[in-house]
């Protein structure tokens, strides 16, 4: 298998709260593109075994080994892989708020080359602006942990609680609407076993976030369901967790490197201009996640006649 490495991923919030029903081979190939993408767009430099290439259309062409999508070395499931290639390409995410709704498809022409098993796959520009849009906020989970789960509930709800510290309330059937189940688990019994209690129980055994939950009744029937989140911290990456408490407790942290070299490559900032405003980069690196946050507004940046100052002027108006 193409070794999965932990790291944070961050998932737009639009893709956690998007309406679809994926199988877990689906969902893995998801966590894959957006770890890819992630990695793009902070300018790190790609093993030569993926690839991220602009067409002359606009669209995103991705590469990577048909292995990157299975759980772990035991699985040689590649039948499976491909069923899941061949499902998301005729498969749409469905998301609304309450300024609009779109029907966003997932991936187009997929293709694996037999003879060096690699898998080939284009993103529609929308869908690529989807991945990337944190303009609405974003979860971050492990990228291992994620992969591992054997339940689709399981990783749904593990992308919903992740860093989730206040209890949340949905009704039942928002929750069915979100997970692509409208139409199962008639009985509130069936949701709870089916769903819920199959999520938690896996969440309970291995996830850096669980949950307990309750139902709230509206007249006599259950309407809706609370859920509390629960950390676990016996299960996050020990390595994970030392970086993020550097990040909060550093009185001296620094502008790393390829912070600098996306505003400088990608927004035309000077080094005197970084330094300029060095205080609010450093801020806003310590408070948000700064590469993730100029990649969400790239596109309204080339339409500004003042990209420098478009940025300096969007990332005030973030931190306050």
Same mark, same amino acid.
């Given at each position: 298998?193409?070794? *999965?490495?932990?790291? &944070? ?5 639009? !893709? ?26 902070? #300018? ?6 993926? /690839? ?7 669209? %995103? ?10 759980? &772990? ?27 609009? $709704?779109?029907?966003? @498809? *997932?991936?187009? =022409?997929?293709? *694996? ?8 796959? @284009?993103? &529609? ?11 609405? #906020?974003? @979860?971050?989970?492990?990228?291992? %942990? ?7 509930? =399981? ?13 949340? %309330?949905?009704? +039942?059937? =928002?929750?069915?609407? +979100? ?6 688990? /008639?009985?509130?019994?069936?949701? @709870? ?11 309970? /055994? ?19 369901? %609370? ?17 993020? !408490? ?6 001296? $942290?620094?502008?790393?490197?390829? *912070? =600098? ?26 408070? +948000? ?7 969400? +507004? ?14 300096? #002027?969007?990332?005030? /108006?973030? !931190?306050?």
């Amino acid at each position: 298998m193409a070794k *999965v490495n932990n790291k &944070d991923v961050l998932q737009s919030y639009i !893709l956690t709260t998007a309406k679809y029903e994926f199988s877990v081979y689906e969902k893995r190939i998801l966590y894959r593109i957006i770890e890819l993408l992630q990695e793009h767009t902070e #300018g790190k430099r790609l093993n030569n075994k993926y /690839k991220v290439e602009l067409d002359l259309f606009g669209d %995103t062409q991705i590469s990577m080994p048909i292995n990157a999508f299975l759980k &772990d070395s035991q699985d040689k499931n590649y039948v499976q892989v491909k069923k899941a290639l061949r499902d998301l390409e005729s498969k749409s995410i469905e998301y609304e708020d309450d300024r609009m $709704w779109k029907l966003l @498809r *997932v991936i187009q =022409a997929p293709s *694996v080359n037999k003879y060096d098993s690699f898998v080939e796959f @284009r993103l &529609d520009k929308k869908i690529y602006d989807a991945f990337l849009d944190f303009s609405k #906020g974003f @979860r971050k989970y492990e990228l291992v %942990t994620a992969m591992q789960f054997e339940s689709i509930y =399981a990783m749904r709800f593990y992308e919903i609680l992740s860093g989730q510290k206040t209890p949340l %309330t949905y009704t +039942i059937d =928002a929750l069915k609407d +979100i997970f692509g189940i409208s139409n199962k688990y /008639k009985y509130v019994k069936d949701f @709870r076993i089916y769903v819920l209690d199959t999520a938690k129980n896996e969440l309970d /055994k291995c996830s850096p976030y669980t949950f307990d939950y309750k139902f709230n009744k509206q007249g006599r029937a259950f309407h809706s369901v %609370t859920l509390f989140p629960k950390y676990q911290p016996q299960f996050r990456d020990d390595n994970l967790e030392k970086h993020d !408490l550097q990040k909060q407790v550093s009185l001296s $942290w620094d502008l790393p490197k390829n *912070v =600098a070299d996306y505003l400088k490559h990608n927004f035309g900032f000077t080094t005197d201009g970084i330094k300029n405003n060095i205080d609010l980069f450093k801020k806003a690196h310590s408070e +948000i996640d700064l590469i993730q946050f100029l990649a969400s +507004i790239k596109g309204k940046v080339r339409e500004s006649n003042n990209p420098q100052g478009y940025v300096i #002027g969007a990332i005030k /108006k973030q !931190l306050n």
